[in-house]
C-alpha cells in the first residue's frame, strides 16, 4: 500500500507590499526615501523595500499637509 502523504510547504513568494504609501508632493524628505525604495527594489532587496516604505509611511504622519 502506498501510504506515502507528501505534505508540501506553500510556495514563498516575496512580493512588495501591495499599496506603498504615497509621498508628499514636493517633499525632498518623500523623494529621498521613494528613491531609497526603488534603488532597493530594483536591487531585489525587499527587506530595505520595506523598511522605506515604514519610514515613509512614519514621516506622513508626522507632518499631514
Ligand atoms: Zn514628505
Redo the contacts with the bound molecule.
Keep these: 500500500m502506498d501510504d506515502a502523504t507528501t505534505t508540501m510547504a506553500a510556495p514563498v513568494h516575496l512580493m512588495p507590499p501591495p499599496e506603498p504609501p504615497k ?2 508632493e514636493g ?1 525632498d ?2 523623494r529621498a526615501l521613494v528613491r531609497e525604495r526603488t534603488e532597493a527594489a530594483r536591487a531585489g532587496d525587499w527587506s530595505k523595500v520595506a523598511d522605506a516604505n515604514v519610514e515613509i509611511g512614519r ?2 504622519a508626522g ?1 499631514q499637509k
Design positions: 509621498p508628499h517633499c524628505m518623500c514621516h506622513l507632518q
